[in-house]
């Protein structure tokens, strides 16, 4: 026994609504995407320094390396390059006990130019208020805590958590101007001390303050 079927298809009609309906929804979601995805690499940024930071320290804390240095620089308009080194205990020994030398942070010094102190190396699409470049040296005994180009301390003093600091680097999404001061979301703040501990905040825009994460 045949039974019959009744096939029926879209209409025009039902078919503009849809996709009217499919265009609405995605104009509105588009941009809190896009939010969400400059909020995660800016984030994912935040989170790779921070391990640089704490992995250079460590290795200084166990002797690896007498000197350890974050290197930070711009590339372009729309990336940044973060460079991790050391120099051994005989290379610092070598240039402290030289007379009239000392140990300095400048990332053009031949020590810190030498292809055997690089750590770690990155290339991420994100800027900083660094530019073109600035670099921050820790050590096991904080004797060589130093920095130089656009991280030599004193930067500009900045209220955080209700206190002044001025030992850290601002990270904000590709493209956007990261400065000093009106900053957009989404933007982090790294910050750090001679003795390597790392704080982490992220701007909050609609408070004009800094939470900690």
């Not at 820790?138 to 060589?144: E, I, Q, W, Y």
């Not at 900053?183 to 909050?204: A, H, M």
Request: glycine residues 6%; contains cysteine; positive net charge.
């Amino acid at each position: 026994m045949q039974q019959k079927q009744d096939i029926k298809g879209f209409s025009l009609l039902e078919l503009i609504v849809v996709v009217t309906i499919v265009a609405i929804v995605s104009a509105v979601g588009y941009p809190n995407f896009m939010d969400w995805r400059k909020d995660r690499e800016v984030r994912l940024a935040v989170e790779k320094v921070t391990t640089m930071l704490k992995s250079i320290n460590t290795q200084a804390q166990r002797g690896n390396y007498a000197v350890v240095q974050l290197y930070v620089e711009r590339n372009g308009d729309d990336k940044t390059n973060f460079f991790s080194r050391g120099i051994n205990q005989e290379t610092e020994a070598t240039v402290t006990n030289t007379p009239g030398q000392k140990i300095n942070c400048n990332y053009n010094t031949s020590y810190w130019r030498d292809s055997n102190s690089k750590v770690e190396s990155f290339t991420l699409e994100v800027q900083t208020q660094i530019k073109p470049r600035g670099t921050v040296c820790f050590s096991k005994d904080t004797r060589h805590y130093l920095s130089d180009g656009k991280l030599t301390q004193p930067q500009t003093n900045l209220n955080v958590d209700g206190r002044i600091v001025n030992n850290y680097i601002i990270i904000c999404s590709s493209g956007a101007k990261c400065p000093l001061s009106k900053w957009k979301d989404p933007t982090y703040l790294v910050e750090w001390n001679r003795f390597g501990n790392i704080s982490k905040y992220k701007w909050n825009e609609k408070r004009s303050a800094w939470t900690r994460i």
